[in-house]
């Protein structure tokens, strides 16, 4: 294993001391080893120190070790994967390009683009998400049907 880098400023991780769990506890920098198996090999997470008494956790850039987000637990985790899935649909499918699809999630969970990142939401935004990308999904296919069916009538 190289390393590109080393920590010239200092030896602090990015988000150690700063990044809290939802619980109050900090939250510790460590290999993702043992976290959940979809992970690759190496990755990094922030686990709340109390952890496995708290099971809450949130995966660190590769690269920059920033947290991907909030740290959330087994729940919050499975909902927010399926709103990245569903979410993601909607410019895989091809029927709305991928920042019209980002600027779209920023009105949904009514954060500035910026902040739209479904990694910070909770609960109930991951519900919104998820509903509102398969209702925006489902429109946009059948408006594109009833197109389809114009220019092939005529
Ligand atoms: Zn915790």
């Known amino acids: 294993m190289s390393k590109k880098s080393k920590h010239g400023r200092s030896s602090v991780l990015p988000g150690s001391g ?5 619980c109050g506890s900090p939250a510790i920098l ?20 109390r952890y496995p008494a708290c099971d809450s956790f949130v995966m660190a ?18 909902l927010r994967y399926e709103a990245h899935q569903q979410f993601n649909r ?17 009105v949904v969970v009514q954060a500035p683009m910026s902040h739209a990142h479904i990694g910070h939401l909770g609960d109930y935004y991951c519900q919104v998400v998820i ?14 049907n ?6 092939g009538g005529a």
């Open 30 to 49: 460590r290999s993702a080893e043992g976290l959940c198996r979809t992970h690759r090999p190496g990755a990094m997470a922030y686990v709340c120190s």
């Open 90 to 106: 909607l410019y895989e499918s091809g029927l709305m390009s991928k920042k019209s699809a980002y600027l779209w999630l920023s």
């Open 131 to 144: 509903d509102e990308s398969r209702k925006l999904l489902q429109e946009r296919m059948e408006q594109q």
């Open 61 to 78: 850039h590769p690269d920059t070790l920033e947290p991907m987000g909030s740290l959330a637990g087994s729940k919050l985790r499975r």
């Open 18 to 22: 700063r990044l809290r769990c939802h």
């Open 146 to 151: 009833k197109l389809r069916k114009v220019s």
